[in-house]
């Protein structure tokens, strides 16, 4: 199981800004897809229960999920965005739903 806290210093070494709301969203996605890897199947249902954790609507979780993204291919740190494996060759990122995944992987594994 991976640690809240290895996950937040993760997402700030990826430029996610701890004060905003796709930070608390993208942790939470990132721990419950942990716990249980059917939610990368159904990213759908994972964030609609980020929402429901959050109090907030599944398409704002989504939205803030994006943005959180984002920032991280804007602004974070390119060896942790090259260890989450290939992108989009049309983006050039992964899709949010992709990057909960490979970002799982890389903090099961990262010593």
Request: proline share 3%.
């Amino acid at each position: 199981m991976i640690e809240e806290r290895k996950i937040s210093e993760t997402l700030l070494r990826l430029s996610v800004p701890a004060n905003n709301y796709g930070f608390k969203y993208l942790k939470l996605a990132v721990m419950l897809a942990d716990v249980d890897e059917n939610y990368l199947h159904s990213v759908m249902r994972l964030y609609a229960d980020v929402a429901r954790e959050c109090g907030t609507t599944p398409q704002k979780a989504e939205k803030g999920i994006r943005y959180a993204v984002e920032q991280a291919y804007m602004y974070g740190d390119i060896k942790i965005i090259e260890a989450l494996g290939e992108t989009d060759p049309d983006t050039g990122k992964l899709a949010a739903g992709r990057f909960i995944g490979a970002l799982c992987e890389y903090l099961k594994y990262e010593s």
